[in-house]
């Protein structure tokens, strides 16, 4: 059996992340795009900082970035109020999410910056660090 720790199930060469069946009930936009995503054992989200892929159910992917085109986000925005179906955290930092709708994300790595973010009940944060890698924090890893 894989290790858990705050939800998180090893698959591989990634963690499974905990919001599988979980909707997107808030998007923010600032210098980055957030998910909130809505949990009974408490709210996570999902802060994305770097350029990334989107493939929207008809399948023609675009490169979306919340820091310099944040009006271009308009293609992700679609997936409120839609539930994950799973989402992946690589080794390398690398993220992938897909939706129930057919639509998926990827977040690539970073040498220089933290693409991305996960934050969620029982003190849960994953981060994808410069380099390309990811540290976990959790109130069972403290």
């Keep these: 059996m894989a290790p858990v720790t705050a939800g998180l199930v090893r698959a591989g060469d990634a963690w499974r992340l905990p919001l599988a069946g979980l909707p997107i009930v808030h998007c ?21 900082s770097e350029d990334f892929a989107f493939v929207p159910a008809e399948g023609v992917e675009v490169v979306l970035s919340p820091e310099t085109d944040p009006t271009g986000l308009g293609p992700v925005l679609a997936c409120t109020r839609t539930s994950v179906v799973e989402a992946l955290a690589f080794d390398d930092g690398c993220l992938t999410m897909s939706f129930v ?37 959790s109130e069972e890893t403290t």
Excluded: N
């Design 28 to 48: 923010q936009v600032d210098y980055a795009l957030t998910f909130r995503f809505d949990s009974p054992d408490g709210d996570y989200d999902l802060r994305i």
């Design 101 to 137: 709708d057919g639509s998926r994300l990827v977040v690539d790595s970073s040498q220089e910056y933290e693409p991305w973010m996960l934050s969620g009940p029982a003190k849960l944060l994953v981060v994808s660090t410069p380099g390309g890698a990811l540290a976990l924090w």
